[in-house]
């Protein structure tokens, strides 16, 4: 089992950058694929971003494409959202999440694990 702890979200300006970390605890963080899910108010949970296990590759949602940046560092137990040029339609919680197997483009959040407690992220125009 696994236990995931989100930080860095916080209050932004349009235009602005934040970057999101979540820690994952136990010693098994390099074998789960990662992904970044956000929820606004009112909508469903949506996919953003994910990457395998060793980091090498990685998705995201069309709506963030060049603007975000998923990463990790599995001796540090900890992956990365790199987020730029933030708009306010990016305003929501965002989680980090985990999931087994290889799998990476399968972007259903009923695919995932493990699940964080969530940080906001509010961006205003």
């Known amino acids: 089992q696994v236990q995931l702890v989100e930080s860095g979200g916080g209050l932004v300006q349009a235009g602005g950058s934040l970057t999101l970390s979540c820690a994952a605890s136990g010693r098994t963080f390099s074998t789960y694929v990662m992904g970044w899910f956000r929820q606004a108010p009112g909508k469903e949970r949506e996919f953003v971003a994910a990457i395998n296990r060793s980091g090498e590759i990685t998705r995201y949602a069309d709506s963030v494409k060049g603007r975000f940046t998923i990463s990790r560092d599995n001796p540090k137990n900890t992956v990365y959202l790199q987020m730029i040029r933030l708009s306010s339609e990016d305003t929501a919680v965002y989680y980090c999440?985990?999931?087994?197997?290889?799998?990476?483009?399968?972007?259903?959040?009923?695919?995932?694990?493990?699940w964080g407690q969530g940080t906001q992220v509010t961006v205003s125009s």
């Open positions: 999440a985990a999931r087994f197997g290889v799998y990476v483009s399968d972007y259903d959040p009923r695919r995932y694990d493990y």
